[in-house]
Nanobody
């Protein structure tokens, strides 16, 4: 059984900060990357940021310079520091893990981030 536990969502004013955390447990092997996706109402789920087992980080253009991802794939944790938040960052944020051995994605249950103007 695989479980991804997220924490850190909430309500914040524009310009504020939040930090999301995710820890993975269970039968996941050879983690290639961990990251965060988000889905706003009426929109498709989109990549926010990811980090590979080699430490390479990738960001959506809309969050570059404002969000910072960090993590340790071997230790199965990833965090997303979100600064200078904007109302358009409002969404449900999902932790994601990709296993190169099992060739599949695993998802957390999602955590709500709401940014008020």
């Amino acid at each position: 059984q695989v479980e991804l536990v997220e924490s850190g969502g909430g309500l914040v004013q524009a310009g504020g900060s939040l930090r999301l955390s995710c820890t993975a447990s269970g039968s996941i092997f050879s983690i290639h990357a961990m990251g965060w996706y988000r889905q706003a109402p009426g929109k498709q789920r989109e990549l926010v940021a990811s980090i590979t087992s080699g430490g390479s980080a990738n960001y959506a253009d809309s969050v570059k310079g404002r969000f910072t991802i960090s993590g340790d794939n071997a230790k199965r944790w990833v965090t997303l520091q979100m600064d200078s938040l904007k109302p358009e960052d409002t969404a449900v944020y999902y932790c994601n893990v990709y296993s190169s051995y099992q060739e599949r994605n695993y998802w957390g249950q999602g955590t709500q981030v709401t940014v008020s103007s």
